[in-house]
């Protein structure tokens, strides 16, 4: 897989900053170097989710961390990527791009459905063992309505917004959605009134949209040029807690026959049960590293159904049990 290095934008440190909390703060807190900041430098998404939770504990509720932040933050600051969403036709195509471009913004992605009057976006996590802080989850789904009200002039209210888990002053994101919250979701999704996707965008500028189009969709298309094996790898990653998986579903998402994936793979040395077996293998030690995860709940997220059937699985990629091999972990690695 590629790194999981992420860039920063600057507008986040410059909001924070409008915010009077300043980026060295944050370092601190967070226990990362200064020149991370300072230097503008990549970070893991280990690193990010810890930028992310510092600020959080700074401002001191979650709810409220995301709407200081999502309404200080500036259009002038937005990346070209988010620059791009923000000049769209309207808000259906602003969401759309929106969905396509966070495939360049590691670790977060977003998956769009319609039904019905529903038009719902849910957040996903990609190329890393752990789902990221509230804050950080709201202030994505949070991003995307204040998205919707600037580019259209108009207060846009969501039709509800769902978030697993706490998220601070629920009254206060009720009035800031516009609508219910529930929390203890079974995942992060905000849901729109449909029709409020067509909404023509005021800031709509085809001219810039002709010139950032073609530079993003060729970085795309250099992100996407993955070898078939890593592709098929990371979508089983973060599909295994789905339960039983077969090549008919990785193919059905690539876009191509279970046949046309099994001969791609075959040409590349690989195999399909191989590359499961290896992701699970993978995602068991990360998951396992975290010592807030209870043994039973990773075999759950690895796809197993039973206890017992991930142990012996366990124990012929390792030699070990899980909770011995995640004891020698810890002592290894005290401050992971």
Request: glycine share 6%; with cysteine.
């Amino acid at each position: 897989m590629k790194s999981d290095r992420i860039k920063v934008p600057p507008g986040f440190w410059a909001g924070l900053q409008q915010l009077g909390i300043a980026p060295d703060d944050i370092a601190r807190k967070a226990r990362l170097p200064l020149t991370l900041i300072t230097e503008s430098a990549a970070v893991t998404a280990s690193q990010y989710f810890d930028i992310w939770q510092a600020y959080s504990d700074l401002v001191g509720d979650t709810a409220s961390a995301i709407i200081k932040l999502v309404t200080v933050f500036e259009t002038t600051q937005y990346p070209p990527s988010v620059l791009a969403t923000y000049h769209a036709r309207d808000y259906r195509d602003a969401l759309n791009r929106m969905a396509r471009y966070k495939q360049l913004c590691p670790p977060e992605s977003l998956r769009i459905t319609e039904e019905g009057e529903r038009f719902t976006i849910e957040l996903e996590w990609r190329d890393c063992e752990h789902s990221g802080p509230p804050v950080l989850v709201g202030t994505t789904l949070a991003f995307l309505l204040e998205l919707g009200r600037r580019g259209t002039g108009r207060p846009i209210p969501a039709r509800s917004v769902e978030f697993a888990h706490s998220m601070g002053d629920v009254q206060a994101l009720e009035a800031y959605f516009g609508c219910p919250i529930r929390i203890g979701a079974t995942a992060n999704r905000l849901t729109l009134h449909r029709s409020d996707l067509d909404r023509p965008f005021v800031s709509y500028n085809k001219e810039l949209l002709e010139i950032l189009t073609p530079v993003l969709d060729q970085t795309l298309d250099e992100h996407r040029s993955r070898s078939i094996p890593e592709v098929v790898k990371w979508i089983l990653k973060r599909s295994l807690s789905r339960g039983r998986l077969d090549i008919r579903d990785v193919a059905s998402e690539l876009g191509m026959s279970d046949r046309t994936l099994q001969r791609r793979l075959t040409e590349e040395g690989a195999t399909f049960k191989q590359l499961l077996t290896q992701a699970r293998h993978e995602q068991a030690r990360e998951y396992l590293a975290n010592p807030k995860l209870e043994i039973k709940e990773v075999a759950f997220l690895i796809g197993y159904e039973d206890q017992n059937s991930f142990y012996r699985a366990f124990r012929l990629w390792e030699g070990d049990t899980p909770a011995h091999w995640r004891s020698e972990h810890v002592k290894a690695h005290p401050l992971s």
